[in-house]
């Protein structure tokens, strides 16, 4: 059974820099592309971008500049780090496996998020 | 605002068939594969549909999915109490440097 679990800090002050981990049981993270995900309160969902465990990544446009994902194989994890945060970044921060090995393939399990707040 | 339109809310009654759309443009559900999730409350999302029309294994046959053009439905049919949820849908769009993108999502009531 794949299981993702989502670590990380659940508060952050404005500006500071985000750090996430993914942890993957269950699979291993050389065989499929993964996903960052976020959803602010009440509102939708939102992609932050992909990696593959050869270090590969794409960013959403809109977080390019902010956003860097990596990936160890050694601890079957990925992470993100998202800098200059703003209250705007609060969300439930989701890692996710594509349902295959391409970046066009659907987002088939989900961990089951982590709440981070942005605030002072 | 979202990438991909879809309603804000649908609602009927148990064993009423519900339909949500999804509207995009050409560079994503136009000439991609759409997808869709449902969302129950306090829970992560879960894939309902995948590649327009395909249910993954354990999604009863009541959900099903169509595309047409640059436009997505979902339907669920014999409406269930367990059905009351949070439906969005989803695409990779080609645009910039390909990016996926989001509906606004669709809260189903069950009356």
């Known amino acids: 059974q794949v299981q993702l679990q989502e670590s990380g800090p659940g508060l952050v002050k404005p500006s500071e820099t985000l750090s996430l981990t993914c942890t993957v049981s269950g699979d291993s993270i050389r065989s499929h592309c993964w996903s960052w995900i976020r959803q602010s309160p009440g509102k939708g969902l939102e992609w932050i971008g992909y990696?593959?465990?050869?270090?590969?990544?794409n960013e959403h446009p809109s977080l390019k500049n902010r956003a860097t994902m990596s990936a160890d194989t050694s601890k079957n994890h990925f992470s993100l780090r998202l800098r200059s945060l703003t209250a705007a970044d609060t969300a439930v921060y989701y890692c996710?496996?594509?349902?295959?090995?391409?970046?066009?393939?659907?987002?088939?399990?989900w961990g089951r998020g982590t709440m981070v707040t942005v605030s002072s | 605002q979202s990438v991909l339109t879809q309603p804000p809310s649908a609602s009927g009654t148990p064993g009423q068939r519900v339909t949500i759309s999804c509207s995009g443009s050409?560079?994503?559900?136009?000439?991609?594969?759409v997808n869709w999730f449902q969302q129950l409350p306090g829970t992560a999302p879960k894939l309902l549909i995948y590649?327009?029309?395909q249910r993954p294994s354990g999604v009863p046959d009541r959900f099903s999915g169509s595309k047409s053009g640059t436009s997505a439905s979902l339907a669920i049919s014999g409406l269930r109490s367990e059905d009351e949820a949070g439906y969005y849908c989803?695409?990779?769009?080609?645009?910039?440097?390909?990016?996926?993108?989001f509906g606004g999502g669709t809260k189903v009531t069950v009356l």
């Open positions: 996710s496996r594509h349902l295959g090995s391409s970046i066009y393939d659907p987002f088939d399990i």
């Open positions: 590649r327009n029309d």
């Open positions: 050409s560079s994503n559900i136009g000439n991609n594969y």
């Open positions: 990696i593959y465990s050869t270090g590969s990544t």
């Open positions: 989803a695409a990779w769009d080609d645009s910039v440097s390909g990016h996926w993108v």
